[in-house]
């Protein structure tokens, strides 16, 4: 069963969750739609995920493959969480997610688009990640009357189980809810760094304290991705500097810090 259609003339946004190295919640979310077979049909699944803390945020359940359901579960996500502008939305090239609707929604918010590479499942590695534990767990463990009966299913597996209980190695072997109250929620989190690789140059979204004349990193909490490599976004990220505006000379051994 195929759910991504990503042959489409609809723009393909930079995929910027590679270049993003979390340091909070509400900085990078994922989202994802996977398909349930049940006797007489199939049915789907679009889910978003903050990718700090793993949580399932917002996830919508219905019989159609058209972008209202992942809107309806944007909007999930969007009501719960409240977030301020800046946020990175990360999925899929497909055609869902690149839809006028979808795109607006996200723009309305002050959201940040990002699709992953083609035919590239680690970009988007959490979700993926939660997908398999969905169906290991829950779907394939159980049998469903009808949708509704599988709809109450899915709300105590992600309510009651997977948010509240399931441990998670990445997160110090904690479920995603206990990991975002130890993370102080009531303290606003630093933004998150991203780094731009042109020509085996590295070039960061922003200048750090220095130390002899060599960059310190900070605020970077030792928090593996599934994802590979580490990214997130952060709230003011601007593109870089056109080639034209760069230093001449290049003193730094082929690392240049913005």
Not at 61 to 88: C, F, M, N, W, Y
Not at 130 to 151: G, M, P, Q, S
Not at 237 to 254: H, K, V
Request: aromatic letters at 8%; proline letters at 6%.
């Amino acid at each position: 069963m195929v759910t991504t259609d990503s042959d489409h003339e609809l723009e393909v946004y930079l995929n910027l969750a590679a270049r993003m190295k979390l340091t909070g919640l509400n900085q990078l979310w994922v989202a994802d739609i996977t398909y349930i077979r049940l006797h007489a049909e199939f049915v789907f699944v679009a889910v978003i995920l903050d990718a700090f803390s793993r949580k399932v945020i917002g996830w919508e359940l219905d019989r159609t493959l058209a972008a209202r359901l992942p809107l309806a579960s944007l909007e999930k996500a969007i009501a719960e969480r409240k977030p301020a502008p800046g946020v990175v939305h990360h999925s899929d090239r497909g055609v869902q997610y690149a839809s006028g609707a979808y795109v607006a929604m996200l723009r309305k918010h002050g959201m940040i688009p990002s699709m992953s590479r083609p035919a590239n499942p680690y970009d988007n590695a959490s979700c993926e990640s939660f997908v398999k534990t969905l169906k290991r767990e829950e779907i394939y463990a159980n049998e469903y009357r009808d949708l509704e009966h599988l709809r109450e299913n899915l709300a105590v597996f992600i309510d009651s189980y997977y948010n509240s209980v399931r441990l998670h190695s990445a997160l110090g072997y904690r479920p995603p809810e206990e990991f975002e109250r130890d993370c102080n929620l009531a303290r606003s989190s630093q933004g998150a760094k991203m780094s731009f690789f042109r020509h085996e140059k590295i070039y960061r979204s922003e200048l750090g304290p220095r130390i002899e004349g060599k960059p310190v990193e900070t605020g970077s909490p030792d928090h593996r991705l599934d994802e590979s490599p580490t990214g997130y976004s952060s709230a003011g990220w601007s593109p870089p500097e056109p080639a034209s505006a760069l230093p001449a000379e290049d003193q730094s051994d082929g690392n240049t810090v913005l």
